[in-house]
């Protein structure tokens, strides 16, 4: 295929979890008169230090974590690295709902961008809770004289226009600690990002998001979910449970070490017994541990207790929005931790509606990684980048339901506004 004009730019995700540390680099291709196509490139992971249950414990060890996996993707793509999104989780997250009304400019009562975005920052005006900072400012919906429900009002007329909006707050000591950590690696940041925003953007499609769809993004010491609806993020949480869980209740119940029974959950683990016999065998000797036979069943019933209080916990959340086995999309799993074999089976036993694994689409790829579920964060924030990249601006607080159009508007007025 002949390609004229054609432009590239590097991209690079740092997903920063408290178990690991994963890199995705994408190339974004830019050609005259089609859709941009983004290409991943190159991908690299390594163990994440001074890291504990999503909040920095030690900025040395961070830094010194950041600074060996971007060394690798260096190495894997032959160019440096100078700049990054940055995705962040952990239970610092806070979200609540927001309001902005402003009356519209014009005399003629007809909507400009200009009222689009006054009415946003209205919306952000709005005092953030206590050691709170805004990290994203979603807009759902927006109404016109009493007419709910607009997606995009530029254009419609009317006297007062106001919008309902999702604020994301991160905690401003965290946000500061892994900024300063990430500049200390000698990279710019492009932005900061919500790590499940990102991975739902590109795990989730259109019509689930209108259907109605929850996702559930399982790390190592947490697991957050974001619930959409009509095409719009209406709830999001920080659940205190991980993988890393699941390995503890393992090195417990079987009295092994931390290392063997992380080994056995990856080799072995699952949570059903489907396929497994009464009798089934597992020689820890196998892992470099002295000779200890265990219980196939048994592990999988320690697993399977682990894995049934998550779901019951994003039940839980599901029923305070009143949301409960109402989401004709489902649940969908990224996530290092969702590998767990039988993960989805027993979240449709405990949360009665369908349940599927969610991987990245409308990206290319040179590596198997992209198929990788610990690695949809990554790679959700090159996609993430690259959008930000085609809208007209590399700050990602915003984003709009009216289409591309009212986003790339409202990004040139918003330009002085941003933080």
């Known amino acids: 295929m002949v390609r004229s004009n054609m432009q590239t730019n590097i991209i690079a995700g740092i997903d920063i979890g408290s178990t690991a540390i994963r890199v995705a680099i994408g190339?974004?291709?830019?050609?005259?008169?089609?859709?941009?196509?983004?290409?991943?490139?190159?991908?690299?992971?390594?163990?994440?230090?001074?890291?504990?249950?999503?909040?920095?414990?030690?900025?040395?060890?961070?830094?010194?974590?950041?600074?060996?996996?971007?060394?690798?993707?260096?190495r894997l793509v032959g160019v440096p690295i100078e700049h990054a999104w940055i995705g962040i989780c952990g239970a610092q997250i806070l979200s609540q709902e927001s309001r902005g009304v402003v009356a519209v400019a014009k005399s003629d009562g007809e909507i400009s961008y200009e009222d689009v975005a006054r009415v946003v920052e209205a919306a952000q005006t709005v005092a953030a809770p206590l050691n709170y900072e805004v990290l994203?400012?979603?807009?759902?919906?927006?109404?016109?004289?009493?007419?709910?429900?607009?997606?995009?009002?530029?254009?419609?007329?009317?006297?007062?226009?106001?919008?309902?909006?999702?604020?994301?707050?991160?905690?401003?000591?965290?946000?500061?600690?892994?900024?300063?950590?990430?500049?200390?690696?000698?990279?710019?940041?492009?932005?900061?990002?919500?790590?499940?925003?990102a991975t739902a953007d590109i795990v989730l499609t259109s019509r689930q998001k209108d259907l109605g769809v929850v996702m559930v993004d399982v790390g190592g010491s947490t697991t957050t979910i974001?619930?959409?609806?009509?095409?719009?993020?209406?709830?999001?949480?920080?659940?205190?449970?991980?993988?890393?869980?699941?390995?503890?209740?393992?090195?417990l119940g079987l009295q092994t070490s931390i290392d063997i029974a992380e080994r056995l959950k990856v080799t072995y683990g699952q949570c059903t017994l489907k396929g497994v016999t009464s009798d089934e065998i597992i020689d820890l000797a196998e892992f470099g541990a002295e000779s200890q036979p265990v219980s196939k069943a048994f592990m999988v019933e320690i697993i399977s207790a682990r894995v049934s209080e998550l779901m019951e916990k994003i039940n839980d959340e599901l029923l305070n929005i009143e949301r409960k086995a109402l989401l004709p999309a489902g649940v969908i799993f990224a996530g290092g931790g969702a590998k767990l074999r039988g993960l989805t089976d027993i979240a449709k036993q405990v949360l009665h509606v369908n349940a599927?694994?969610?991987?990245?689409?409308?990206?290319?790829?040179?590596?198997?990684?992209?198929?990788?579920?610990?690695?949809?964060?990554?790679?959700g924030l090159v996609k993430w980048g690259a959008l930000m990249d085609m809208r007209g601006g590399n700050k990602s607080i915003i984003r709009f339901p009216g289409g591309k159009q009212m986003a790339v508007q409202v990004k040139k007025l918003f330009k002085f506004l941003v933080p």
């Open 226 to 251: 974001a619930v959409y609806e009509e095409g719009n993020m209406i709830h999001s949480s920080v659940i205190p449970i991980g993988s890393n869980h699941i390995t503890n209740d393992l090195a």
């Open 136 to 197: 994203h400012i979603l807009p759902k919906t927006f109404t016109v004289d009493g007419q709910i429900g607009v997606k995009d009002p530029v254009g419609m007329t009317g006297v007062r226009l106001e919008v309902d909006a999702q604020m994301i707050y991160g905690v401003s000591a965290h946000i500061k600690n892994i900024s300063k950590a990430v500049y200390r690696t000698g990279i710019d940041i492009d932005d900061l990002v919500l790590s499940v925003v």
């Open 356 to 379: 599927a694994h969610g991987y990245p689409h409308g990206v290319q790829s040179a590596t198997d990684k992209i198929n990788d579920l610990a690695y949809t964060g990554a790679i």
């Open 27 to 74: 190339q974004y291709v830019f050609i005259d008169g089609q859709e941009p196509e983004v290409q991943i490139i190159g991908t690299a992971e390594v163990s994440s230090g001074g890291m504990h249950r999503g909040t920095i414990t030690s900025i040395e060890e961070v830094v010194s974590s950041v600074s060996h996996v971007l060394e690798e993707a260096e």
